[in-house]
């Protein structure tokens, strides 16, 4: 496991929950141990392929080995090359002999960076005859690359080995090829020579079959089977353990990796619940991890959270190694719970970030939302999420993946069936009541509005526009204190925000407050009503309204 793990809730919550988290080709493995991952070592480029992200002001050397061989049938007067892309040095050795060094010298018995040295393009070395150099059986390729310092802001080190006769070139170690690498920790005595079977390792680590989880305190372990897919299109792969049978109002605690982690279950009862919701969350990792970090502090049930999460665009798959790891380590409870998150769709999780209410292109613009979180359809965002009978969440695809009007019947149906639920809320991205920065989504008001104000919802969350905003109660367009549906939100994380129009509320006389802040909003539900606060990452409250449940 490299990023996560996080909970999801995406039905029953009270008794069921889904273990997810990222196993990543070429993460960089734990420090000081030998592990496997493809050729392109190094950070800060954007253009490495095993990123050492924890390298920068830590440590300035990198090893690397493989085993190599000559290719069959290659000709007896074959010459051995290497290619080398390496930022700023590196020094090589066959089988613990040296055969290469570039801008490195021995100073005071340790090697030293001579000049800063750019990676700009391959340098070709020519190491003399292939048969001489390698023979018939393997030898170890050691390579140990040098940055000029800890603080250096970027490291490449990528390595290929290829023999030539002629015209005709014989690949050995192609580019993208799997190497064992140590970061973190100067080398053992011998490593240049003893080539232990690190990927294997690797593999194993990552390819545990089953978590062991149990009610907290006491209670025999159980084990959940683990499963894997791709991740979108690319070589990583989500890994997930659906936990079911789970007592309600619980804390579970599960173990991945030897690590240790719990959650809570919900109860059946959805007085006396709390929980986070907001949207529009990572463009960078300090304001992200600081918001994350309030909604833990907040020691909610769970978080709501409605879209433009990793801000992709169904792109930048390596972003959600960032978002997974902030939300495992900063959205703790005081205590050091996990905080369990139902998931929304928005635009940014889908190729182009559109907002295309009427001809939505379908799941496969949204390939890294739909195989990094469980949905109860598969390729659809909806959800209907119920907490015992007195607490439901209907999530919607505003526009994304899915158009309006392919959801109205199932809109339609699930609110009907939820009739007898006294605590009914619903969340979605595009804004169809918002505070200005952006045109309000008419067509939710056409398609959506009039289904949620027939089955009276109490209270629509919205996103998107990167603002706060709250309106007061809404009913056909016009504010209505007794039949009118709430709107709240504006999706503002902890994203930059948009400034609002000056005259907005003017033109838009249901809206109640809004404001150019970043927030999440703390939703308290009792026996006779809810509250809603907004609160900055510094825990700072500067919006609250109450209202009395509708059924």
Known sequence: MDHGPVVQWSETPDSKASIRWIER????????????????FGYGDDDDTTVLRNMEDRYA??????????????PADATLHLAALYDDAF?????????????????????????KHEASELEEVLLGKASDLIGAGEKVLAIEGFNDGKSSSDFTLDIRLFAQSGNKRFDIIAEGADWEYLAGQKPKSGWKRISSAASAVA?????????DYRVKGGGQWLKAKVNRHAFATTAHRVGYANLEGLPAASEIEFKIGGESYRFRTASTDGSDLRFVTGGDMYKQRKPLDAMNARAGAEDPLFALLGGDLAYTNDSKPARWFDWFDSWAEKARTPDGRLVPMVVAIGNHEVK?????????????????????????????????????????????????AATLVSQ????EKNLKDRRGVKRLFVCYHRPAWGAGPKPDAVEVQREWTPILEKYQVDGVFENDHHVFARTHPIYRGKVDEVRGIPYLGSGAWSVGVRQIPGNTKKKRPWLAEAEALNHLFVIDCGKDGWTAVAKEADGTAFDRSERKWRR
């Open 25 to 40: 080709v070429g993460a960089e493995g734990q420090e000081g141990k030998w592990m496997s991952g493809p050729g392109g």
């Open 61 to 74: 050397s990198v090893a690397i080995r493989k085993m190599v061989k000559l290719p069959k049938g290659l």
């Open 91 to 115: 020094v090589g050795w066959l089988d613990g002999q040296e055969i290469v060094r570039k801008n490195a010298r021995i100073v005071d018995g340790r090697e030293q960076v001579i000049v």
């Open 203 to 211: 593999e194993e680590e990552s390819g545990f079959s089953t978590i």
């Open 352 to 400: 182009g970030g559109v907002y295309a209410p009427n001809d939505a292109k379908g799941p496969g613009q949204a390939s890294e939302f739909f195989s990094l979180f469980k949905m109860p359809e598969t390729g659809l965002a909806r959800q209907a999420i119920d907490f015992g009978d007195d607490f439901s969440l209907i999530l919607l695809d505003s526009g994304h």
């Open 408 to 411: 109205n019947s199932w809109l």
